[in-house]
């Protein structure tokens, strides 16, 4: 028995030395990250190689410390080998008390006195010294103290274990995530004779992670977060298919959501990016939009501008300039939400004290998982010129099921109309919706 023993402990050792002898380092080569508006998350997935000896190997995964290691993949791409597994290990530091035990220091009292020797620690809530003899000091008797050393930071490390049937350089998959990276997009409308709208995309990266050469993808729309890896590689491996077809910052539909191809670019920690991808020029128009809600009242008709969109746009802020006296003047701010191609834009640039709207709930039902409702909407024009009103009211999921005029847009959380009216007169819109859940 004892000598089984000694056996098994002789194996420990051996294979604990053979990763301790075989360490190697990962060599990079170009990868992807692929970005989320819906969500600070960024997805990386790079290939790696490794020079590896036969047998265990230890593999520092720099990269990848202080995350968290059940959203980490590490796949082969090679024959003959076989991964044992990733280990992550937080190391605590030490405050700056435990940083100076065995280090001498200089302790001066509030009474003068002042005492030198070895920092042996805490004992019954005093400070113990060993000097010329030994010490117990109350804390609040101290006016300072001299200290040999600051406190030490927490260290934290990664690596994976690999098993090589031969020496030699294999190729890996590496896939992570990370968070609060993510990107949104930002606008600027100037409004002249026509209208000049410019797209930016903002590249924020707060983390302490940083990235050279890499392909960025960009992804816009919802992404549901909450389930597992495939949903990432899925994302990747349509992108891979049709994003190269595709002339640059040109969007690409997949599946409920857009990918734009950015590109090789750098990424550094603590670092925002602002890159123009869209621009476009053309005619608008004057309107006005009043606004209705399920629950009813009366709310302000605002004067907006109205113009066509030419690309897809993502959800985001725009900034509204008006070129004023040989100045450009921003005069509102409002965000969008994801605006088709072929999509009227619509920006609100202030109220109309000349019109008003009201809304009124004529009927509303509610069972399990369905609501019903009968609205009537009404715009009065109190001014002296002829306006034409949008309508929009916002059903969020409804289905229309009747109107007394014929809607001009639909979308799954709104529905539009569109009257004209006379200075003096009350138009009224009578609609029907349901919604299921």
Same mark, same amino acid.
């Given at each position: 028995?004892?000598?089984?023993?000694?056996?098994?402990?002789?194996?420990?050792? !051996?294979?604990?030395?053979?990763?301790?002898?075989?360490?190697?380092?990962?060599?990079?080569?170009?990868?992807?990250?692929?970005?989320?508006?819906?969500?600070?998350?960024?997805?990386?997935?790079?290939?790696?190689?490794?020079?590896?000896?036969?047998?265990?190997?230890?593999?520092?995964?720099?990269?990848?410390?202080?995350?968290?290691?059940?959203?980490?993949?590490?796949?082969?791409?090679?024959?003959?080998?076989?991964?044992?597994?990733?280990?992550?290990?937080?190391?605590?530091?030490?405050?700056?008390?435990?940083?100076?035990?065995?280090? &001498?220091?200089?302790? +001066?009292?509030?009474?003068?006195?002042?005492?030198?020797?070895?920092?042996?620690?805490?004992? =019954?809530?005093?400070?113990?010294?060993?000097?010329?003899?030994?010490?117990?000091?109350?804390?609040?008797?101290?006016?300072?103290?001299?200290?040999?050393?600051?406190?030490? $930071?927490?260290? %934290?490390?990664?690596?994976?274990?690999?098993?090589?049937?031969? =020496?030699?350089?294999?190729?890996?998959?590496?896939?992570?995530?990370?968070?609060?990276?993510?990107?949104?997009?930002?606008?600027?409308?100037?409004?002249?004779?026509?209208?000049?709208?410019?797209?930016?995309?903002?590249?924020?990266?707060?983390?302490?992670?940083?990235?050279?050469?890499?392909?960025?993808?960009?992804?816009?729309?919802?992404?549901?977060?909450?389930? @597992?890896?495939?949903?990432?590689?899925?994302?990747?491996?349509?992108?891979?298919?049709?994003?190269?077809?595709?002339?640059?910052?040109?969007?690409?539909?997949?599946?409920?959501?857009?990918?734009?191809?950015?590109?090789?670019?750098?990424?550094?920690?603590? $670092?925002?990016?602002?890159?123009?991808?869209?621009?476009?020029?053309?005619?608008? %128009?004057? $309107?006005?939009?009043?606004?209705?809600? @399920?629950?009813?009242?009366?709310? =302000?008709?605002?004067?907006?501008? &109205?113009?066509? #969109?030419?690309?897809?746009?993502?959800?985001?802020?725009?900034?509204?300039?008006?070129?004023?006296?040989?100045?450009?003047?921003?005069?509102?701010?409002?965000?969008?939400?994801?605006? @088709?191609?072929?999509?009227?834009?619509? !920006?609100?640039?202030?109220? =109309?004290?000349?019109?008003?709207?009201?809304?009124?709930?004529?009927?509303?039902?509610?069972?399990?998982?369905?609501?019903?409702? +009968?609205?009537?909407?009404?715009?009065?024009?109190?001014?002296?010129? #002829? +306006?034409?009103?949008?309508?929009?009211?916002? +059903?969020?999921?409804?289905?229309?099921?009747?109107? #007394?005029?014929?809607?001009?847009? $639909?979308?799954?959380?709104?529905?539009?109309?569109?009257?004209?009216?006379?200075?003096?007169?009350?138009?009224?819109?009578?609609?029907?919706?349901?919604?299921?859940?």
């Amino acid at each position: 028995m004892r000598k089984r023993i000694l056996t098994g402990i002789f194996v420990i050792f !051996l294979l604990l030395a053979m990763i301790v002898l075989h360490q190697t380092k990962a060599v990079d080569e170009r990868g992807n990250l692929v970005l989320y508006d819906s969500a600070k998350i960024g997805v990386i997935e790079k290939e790696i190689s490794l020079d590896l000896k036969k047998g265990l190997n230890e593999v520092p995964l720099k990269e990848i410390e202080g995350l968290n290691i059940a959203e980490i993949t590490l796949k082969p791409l090679s024959e003959g080998v076989e991964i044992y597994g990733i280990v992550s290990q937080n190391i605590l530091g030490k405050n700056v008390f435990e940083a100076n035990i065995d280090e &001498s220091v200089t302790i +001066k009292l509030k009474s003068g006195e002042v005492t030198s020797g070895k920092f042996l620690g805490y004992q =019954d809530g005093k400070i113990a010294i060993q000097g010329d003899g030994y010490y117990l000091i109350e804390p609040n008797e101290i006016a300072y103290m001299k200290l040999a050393k600051l406190g030490e $930071e927490g260290k %934290s490390s990664a690596y994976a274990v690999i098993k090589a049937q031969n =020496d030699g350089t294999y190729k890996f998959k590496l896939i992570y995530r990370i968070s609060p990276i993510g990107w949104s997009s930002r606008y600027k409308l100037y409004l002249g004779k026509d209208a000049e709208l410019y797209g930016y995309v903002l590249i924020d990266n707060p983390t302490n992670k940083s990235w050279e050469d890499i392909n960025v993808l960009l992804v816009s729309g919802e992404v549901q977060f909450y389930q @597992p890896y495939p949903v990432y590689r899925e994302v990747y491996a349509l992108a891979e298919k049709t994003v190269q077809k595709a002339p640059p910052m040109e969007p690409q539909k997949i599946e409920a959501f857009y990918l734009y191809k950015l590109g090789q670019m750098d990424i550094n920690a603590f $670092e925002q990016k602002l890159i123009p991808y869209v621009y476009q020029e053309g005619e608008y %128009s004057r $309107e006005y939009l009043y606004e209705s809600y @399920p629950w009813g009242g009366n709310t =302000d008709v605002y004067e907006i501008i &109205s113009m066509k #969109t030419e690309k897809v746009l993502p959800a985001g802020i725009v900034e509204i300039y008006k070129e004023m006296e040989e100045s450009t003047v921003l005069i509102g701010e409002q965000y969008i939400e994801h605006t @088709p191609k072929g999509d009227i834009l619509r !920006l609100k640039i202030g109220k =109309d004290i000349d019109l008003k709207g009201e809304t009124v709930v004529l009927e509303e039902k509610h069972a399990e998982k369905y609501s019903y409702y +009968k609205v009537k909407v009404s715009i009065e024009n109190f001014g002296e010129e #002829t +306006k034409e009103v949008i309508i929009r009211h916002y +059903k969020y999921r409804g289905k229309i099921l009747s109107s #007394t005029t014929s809607p001009v847009n $639909e979308t799954a959380n709104y529905v539009e109309f569109k009257v004209t009216v006379k200075p003096g007169e009350k138009k009224e819109i009578t609609f029907e919706y349901e919604v299921t859940y």
